[in-house]
């Protein structure tokens, strides 16, 4: 693996290097509408290190990472960089100071070439006649230098639709890397890759940081951390818990920082409505991300799903309703061999609430009503026509029984709430009296009461026989709710939990970061 020789420019300075640190925040706030999200935070990145940013989902991490992008302006406290005060109004000044981020989506033009992505927004002018012309010579060139010398060796001009994903994450580095930067961030850079492929990223973010590169490092693969990290920042609730070498780190450690002595829900649910009735078996299924996944769903009973972001979690809903294609295994549906689609998922009573409301669960355009019949129409149909009548009463209904705020069945659902929008999704499917509930991060984005309202609502479900399956990156909604935990790690079942047993939620916390169970 070559490193970045010296003929690859980086903004870095020997004065830089003389630095004990060559970024600082101090006392950091962010609040949103009077809720501190971030509070009181310090941090520091030395010249030529890095330094790894751990915490559960919500913790701040990207908070923080927003601020220092310039994304969000910090609501109190102040940035050093390089020894002088700055303020960032926006991505761009950010990115002049010499910061940048590679995020963890990949954001690639599917069909542009490998050299037209890396320069894409920054493309390489020259003038003919006294009129501007794109240097693609030039930008070729740049773009070979800067990939060959992270150690890979590829034609530029391929389109990257034709890329795997470790190769597209070096175009992303490589979009980076042609600014000389001082400072990146590398956000979840290994999600999704395996595990030849998040070997060979990890030796290349190391050539960076020998190079002189200062770089933060968000992971919530914990022996990633361990492997690549010179220090470790552990942020909780919105607060900086420690700072520590990675010779005093241990996983354990980390772990127990992350979670704390909190208290995870003040709901708490206060039976268990599970039957020995198997409702959903899932036999060794295989798709593009899943891997030998098999499990049984019972009566009654609320199965959790734990697992960090791109963990496979989502993959699992699709599957199972049809949304992705299994190539090897089998499902059953109440002891019946179920073959996977949207229609069969509906006949065969299997609600899907999706993680993406906006993109994959709302008409935004659409009012309540037509939001909340939209799953079974024919239900309110008379012919051809739907009976609108018909179609106003059960959403008033739905309105009364879920607590729905909303000015009425004809308000545009898109003005209301993240969690009154979750409520009309629940409401669509309650009205065509499924058996088994697929929820995926059904609490995201909403508010603390809006939360509640929806656990009391699985429970409710649960009691009345119906199957439930929760996927969740956030453990403690999980520990408060689930008669068992199935933890999901790189596509793959790695344990299996009862939350009720002794340091549970250490054990799961541990095995979601890719720790041993």
Not at 450 to 455: G, L, R, S, T
């Amino acid at each position: 693996m070559a490193t970045i020789d010296s003929s690859v420019k980086m903004a870095t300075t020997d004065l830089d290097l003389k630095r004990d640190v060559i970024l600082e925040a101090k006392g950091i706030d962010k609040e949103f509408n009077g809720v501190y999200v971030l509070k009181d935070i310090e941090f520091d990145l030395k010249p030529g290190e890095i330094h790894s940013l751990v915490g559960e989902n919500g913790a701040g991490k990207s908070t923080f990472i927003k601020i220092l992008s310039g994304v969000h302006k910090p609501s109190a406290g102040e940035i050093i960089l390089n020894g002088q005060s700055v303020s960032f109004d926006n991505v761009g000044q950010s990115e002049k100071a010499g910061i940048r981020t590679v995020h963890q989506e990949i954001n690639l033009v599917p069909y542009f070439s490998v050299y037209e992505n890396i320069f894409i927004g920054a493309e390489k002018k020259k003038k003919l006649a006294g009129l501007p012309y794109t240097d693609d010579r030039e930008m070729r060139k740049a773009a070979r230098g800067v990939i060959k010398r992270l150690g890979i060796d590829f034609d530029v001009d391929t389109p990257a639709i034709l890329l795997n994903a470790s190769m597209k994450r070096i175009v992303e580095i490589s979009k980076v890397l042609v600014h000389n930067p001082n400072i990146i961030i590398f956000d979840e850079p290994t999600t999704s890759l395996g595990e030849e492929e998040r070997e060979r990223l990890l030796k290349i973010i190391k050539s960076l940081k020998n190079s002189g590169l200062s770089i933060i490092y968000i992971s919530h693969n914990l022996e990633e951390i361990m492997d690549i990290s010179d220090r470790i920042t552990v942020f909780r609730d919105g607060r900086k818990i420690d700072t520590m070498n990675v010779e005093e780190a241990s996983v354990e450690k980390i772990v127990s920082m992350m979670i704390g002595q909190k208290s995870y829900s003040n709901y708490q649910r206060e039976c268990s409505y599970c039957h020995e009735d198997i409702y959903l078996e899932a036999e060794n299924l295989y798709t593009d991300k899943l891997k030998n996944i098999s499990f049984k769903l019972r009566k009654g009973e609320i199965l959790g799903i734990a697992g960090v972001v791109g963990a496979g979690k989502t993959e699992i809903a699709k599957a199972i309703f049809g949304l992705d294609p299994i190539y090897k295994g089998r499902i059953k549906v109440m002891g019946n061999e179920y073959e996977p689609s949207p229609q069969n998922a509906i006949d065969n009573g299997i609600a899907l609430v999706p993680e993406e409301r906006q993109a994959e669960g709302l008409i935004p355009s659409y009012c309540v009503s037509k939001n909340t019949t939209l799953t079974y129409l024919n239900k309110w149909c008379k012919g051809w026509v739907v009976d609108r009548k018909e179609e106003i009463k059960v959403t008033e209904e739905y309105i009364r029984k879920l607590s729905i705020k909303t000015t009425g069945p004809n308000q545009i659902i898109r003005f209301l709430s993240g969690g009154n929008q979750q409520k009309v999704i629940l409401s669509r499917w309650l009205n065509g009296n499924f058996d088994i509930g697929i929820f995926d991060e059904p609490t995201k984005g909403i508010d603390i009461k809006a939360k509640e309202d929806i656990y009391i609502l699985l429970d409710n479900l649960a009691k009345a026989g119906k199957s439930i399956m929760m996927l969740s990156s956030y453990l403690p909604e999980l520990m408060c709710l689930c008669d068992r935990i199935i933890v999901v790690n790189e596509g793959s079942i790695v344990g299996q939990f009862n939350p009720k047993e002794k340091d549970a939620e250490k054990k799961i916390m541990a095995a979601m970061l890719g720790g041993e169970v």
